[in-house]
């Protein structure tokens, strides 16, 4: 199944939705169809595309090409991976 996810005008995700594999090549114009409209970006649970998995509250970057988590709120010392487009924490004392 192919996996698809709704932008917002901030390039946040607002909804992922599964599609049939039939439409995998051109799966964001059919969720454009389907939805009459909105913003699509594929996206792909083994991380295939796009850096990581797009889930609700995470924003698409398209200079990277990737879905970014939201940020971490526990300290100040996260940091963006630009390798995986994931937080990390560069204070050895908060990992875990």
């Known amino acids: 199944m192919a996996h698809v996810a ?3 005008e901030n390039n946040e995700v607002i ?3 599964v599609v049939h594999n039939d439409y995998e090549d051109s ?3 059919w969720a454009t169809q ?3 409209g909105g913003n699509w ?3 792909s649970y083994n991380n295939k595309i796009r850096k ?3 889930g609700i509250g995470y924003t698409y970057d ?3 090409d990737a879905f970014i988590p939201p940020k971490p709120i526990c300290h100040s010392e996260v940091k963006l991976n630009e390798e995986s487009c994931l937080w990390e924490c560069a204070n050895d004392e908060h990992k875990a």
């Open 15 to 17: 909804r992922v939705i």
């Open 52 to 54: 990581n998995y797009a």
């Open 6 to 8: 709704e932008l917002n």
């Open 62 to 64: 398209p200079q990277r």
């Open 34 to 36: 389907w939805a009459n």
């Open 27 to 29: 799966v964001e114009e």
């Open 41 to 43: 970006k594929q996206t």
